[in-house]
């Protein structure tokens, strides 16, 4: 099975920074994609940013600019550095595994972590 830590978040002044890492634990043989997404209260979960292995990346419009990913294939451990936060950046953050093949099958799974939750005060 395959577990994903996260670590990071916590209360800020809007203009502060934070960062978040995420770390998978398992019998990991390859993961397709680590990345983050958000929630806040009321509102759907959406993508955050997203790195793919080979160190493509995808972000939110809303943070771009703002926001870095970064990965470490070896250690299987996704970051997400967050500068001038806002606001609206309050959200429950969760760190996803995407196409994770485990070294005892070929099948590829998806897993999320349990949260962690980044307020921004203004």
């Known amino acids: 099975q395959v577990q994903l830590m996260e670590s990071g978040g916590g209360l800020v002044q809007a203009g502060g920074s934070l960062g978040l890492s995420c770390a998978a634990s398992g019998s990991i043989f390859s993961i397709a994609a680590m990345g983050w997404y958000r929630q806040a209260p009321g509102k759907q979960r959406e993508l955050v940013a997203t790195m793919t292995s080979f160190g493509s990346t995808n972000y939110a419009d809303s943070v771009k600019g703002r926001f870095t990913i970064s990965r470490d294939n070896a250690k299987n451990t996704v970051y997400l550095q967050m500068n001038s936060l806002k606001p609206e950046d309050t959200a429950v953050y969760y760190c996803?595994?995407?196409?994770?093949?485990?070294?005892?099958?070929?099948?590829?799974?998806?897993?999320w972590g349990q949260g962690t939750q980044v307020t921004v005060s203004s």
């Open positions: 996803n595994a995407a196409g994770v093949v485990l070294r005892s099958s070929f099948n590829r799974n998806n897993y």
